[in-house]
């Protein structure tokens, strides 16, 4: 864009040229001599004008000029009077006066129009004016004169001088920015303007970068990417925000937060290419630490409330392995003499005793399992059904526990180990609430409608939701601290009687589940704690119903399955029941001793069932070993407790996982599928 002064440059050179022709209409029409039809064209401009002759004689001065620098023909009958009077300072006035000259003598000598001067001038009342300055020799009745023209550009010149400060704050603060800043030309994204935290930041300086375009200091695929955006952004005129960016820099890969946008120009075409980028590296690592930390934060909270748990658990675990025990005895002893009924329902007892127990341990394993599980779409009443049978072991048994589930309740994301926490904090401060004695409430149903405030963030809650409410009938918050509860590390309780973790742990759960917390509390009357899980649409559902009780119609056509595990009572239970169903086995409770034997004969056995914890090796190692002679044997996997292995990790190297204590019929529908699958 021209500045003010090329624009008015322009515009002084035209006027000349108007007032010229003007007077060249006037000889073509034979009316030179009418002195007052020339007078009246320069007089009705409102350019100040001077006519001068050759002997340095000024005479004729328009009103315009009059107006703008106060001096009249009486001031200054000749150029010797103005040179002073317009030009005080001395050199100055030199200056001018001889390159007026020059510029005057090279206009006649060239015949082209006089070159324009921009000059200071005094004017009469003190005051300067600021002037483009031009002349223009004149022709037949007017020989001998000067056509002077001084073009007043006082005020545009303070306007520019002040965009000009402008430009230059600007550009300061700019570069005083902690963000790197860059101006490219849009034609060939060549570097215009780079501030000083973009040198900070790259290394490169201000003086490397200008003119120049990223391929010159990036690798080819970086400023490949770089490119490909800049004319995105160009092509589309729009904002375009780029969360993580990477960019190779003297430090190493810095991530950093971009935003670019198209300048245009007056036309509406892209001129410059504006990139605002923010260094995000320190603020993604201290994000990663604070997920870490919070996850272990939460771990560590586990295995407290963990705590709470093992005396409840023990006596609940004593009780079925007594009724396991007592039943056992009974039908080793009595067996002869009893009927198949009574055996029958002896044996029943046993079986549901140990699935009670094999229930318990699987939730101990979760609770205190250091996994990281993502939230999924589950449905929340078998969940919580199982959690209250963990709950009604923990707590003691003069608390009553009421639990009220509402039908047909639409699935939510939830992790279901962390739901258990959820249940197990808020039950045991319940029950230290009631000193260990009281009516404890949990409800699960669907509220519709509701419209409440959160009270963590205070923001408006409405909708349809899920609703966990746990009731007790306590001691109540005292209303002073009741918005202190969820802050880390607050307690109310006595030293070392409690952390001051857990509720905000539970308020980072649902926060996780994009869910809220309400909190109503009454003095020595209790509090109720409802959490609001958002409803998964049916779409979405997926919550199997599978029945497994009824024996697998399955007959296996005499393949031989290598059964593999340390504990011999075990491999010898498994290998039974595949013998029920048809298959062949063979007990190994060594597993180099099962690699020699798959060795002899690798074609002999269709299938490996193996243990996870042995001595010598792992499962997961055995499985491998195997893999190396036969690459595709089917696996199975089975495991009481490994840190090391899971179902996720199983899954990944194509093995079936189980959890012991195995659910047989279960192993016998997968022996059958990965048999017939290959």
């Not at 108007?18 to 000889?27: D, F, G, N, S, V």
């Not at 258990?420 to 009516?439: C, E, K, P, T, Y």
Request: proline fraction near 4%; charge should be negative; glycine fraction near 6%.
């Amino acid at each position: 864009m021209k500045n003010y002064a090329e624009q008015t440059k322009e515009q002084l050179q035209a006027e000349l040229i108007k007032a010229q022709a003007r007077i060249a209409e006037l000889e073509a029409n034979n009316q030179a001599s009418n002195d007052s039809k020339f007078r009246n064209i320069i007089d009705a401009s409102p350019v100040p004008y001077a006519l001068n002759d050759d002997d340095q004689n000024i005479t004729y001065l328009n009103p315009a000029f009059i107006e703008t620098f106060g001096y009249d023909l009486d001031d200054i009958p000749t150029l010797a009077d103005w040179w002073p009077r317009a030009y005080p300072d001395l050199d100055y006035q030199q200056w001018v006066a001889r390159t007026w000259q020059m510029h005057l003598d090279k206009s006649k000598q060239t015949n082209t129009v006089f070159e324009t001067l921009e000059l200071s001038i005094h004017c009469k009342d003190g005051s300067q004016r600021t002037v483009l300055a031009s002349a223009a020799p004149l022709s037949e009745s007017y020989a001998g004169n000067h056509l002077v023209i001084l073009y007043d550009i006082t005020e545009r010149k303070k306007i520019e001088i002040a965009l000009h400060e402008q430009e230059k704050e600007l550009i300061e603060i700019i570069d005083h920015l902690p963000s790197m800043i860059f101006l490219k030309e849009a034609k060939n994204l060549r570097y215009v303007r780079f501030n000083t935290a973009g040198e900070k930041l790259t290394g490169i300086t201000r003086d490397e970068i200008l003119a120049k375009n990223d391929y010159d200091f990036f690798p080819k695929e970086q400023a490949d990417f770089f490119t490909e955006h800049d004319r995105i952004v160009l092509a589309s005129g729009e904002l375009e925000d780029i969360p993580d960016e990477p960019i190779e820099t003297p430090q190493g890969t810095r991530s950093l937060h971009t935003r670019k946008v198209a300048i245009n120009d007056l036309e509406g075409n892209p001129k410059y290419l504006l990139g605002i980028s923010d260094d995000i590296t320190e603020q993604k690592e201290a994000e990663a630490e604070r997920v870490s930390l919070q996850h272990e934060l939460q771990q560590v909270y586990k295995m407290e409330s963990l705590g709470h748990l093992t005396g409840g658990i023990a006596h609940d675990f004593n009780n079925l392995l007594g009724i396991m025990s007592g039943f056992t005895e009974l039908c080793l002893e009595l067996g002869d003499t009893m009927s198949w009924e009574k055996l029958s329902g002896y044996l029943h007892q046993v079986q549901d005793a140990g699935e009670r127990a094999t229930s318990l341990v699987s939730q101990m394993l979760a609770f205190s399992r250091n996994d990281q599980i993502d939230n999924q779409v589950m449905a929340l009443a078998p969940i919580v059904e199982k959690d209250i049978k963990l709950l009604r072991a923990t707590l003691p048994s003069t608390l009553q526990i009421d639990l009220t589930i509402d039908d047909n309740l639409p699935a939510v994301m939830i992790n279901p180990t962390t739901l258990s926490q959820v249940l197990m904090n808020l039950a045991i401060n319940a029950r230290d609430a009631m000193n260990g004695v009281g009516r404890l409430d949990i409800c699960l149903n669907w509220v519709k409608n509701i419209n409440a405030k959160s009270f963590i963030t205070h923001r408006p809650i409405k909708g349809d939701w899920v609703e966990l409410a746990v009731s007790d009938n306590g001691s109540g918050i005292d209303p002073a601290i009741i918005n202190d509860i969820f802050t880390p590390f607050y307690t109310s309780k006595e030293i070392g009687k409690g952390t001051g973790m857990g509720l905000s742990v539970i308020y980072g759960i649902i926060k996780s589940c994009n869910g809220h917390i309400l909190v109503e509390s009454e003095v020595d009357k209790g509090s109720t704690f409802r959490m609001l899980f958002p409803p998964i649409s049916e779409e979405h559902e997926k919550i199997s119903d599978t029945n497994s009780s009824s024996k697998p119609q399955i007959t296996g056509q005499r393949q031989e399955i290598l059964i593999v595990d340390d504990e011999q009572s075990l491999a010898l239970l498994i290998g039974e029941v595949v013998s029920g169903y048809g298959y062949q086995k063979t007990i190994v409770t060594d597993s180099l001793e099962a690699i020699k034997i798959f060795k002899e004969e690798p074609g002999r056995f269709s299938i490996v069932i193996t243990d996870q914890t042995m001595p010598e090796l792992t499962g997961m190692d055995l499985i491998a070993q195997l893999r190396k002679i036969n690459p595709e044997l089917p696996a199975i996997l089975c495991s009481g407790y490994s840190d090391k292995v899971d179902a996720k990790e199983s899954e990944s190297q194509n093995i079936s996982y189980f959890q012991k204590p195995v659910d047989t019929k279960c192993l016998i529908l997968k022996i059958d599928e990965l048999l017939n699958k290959n």
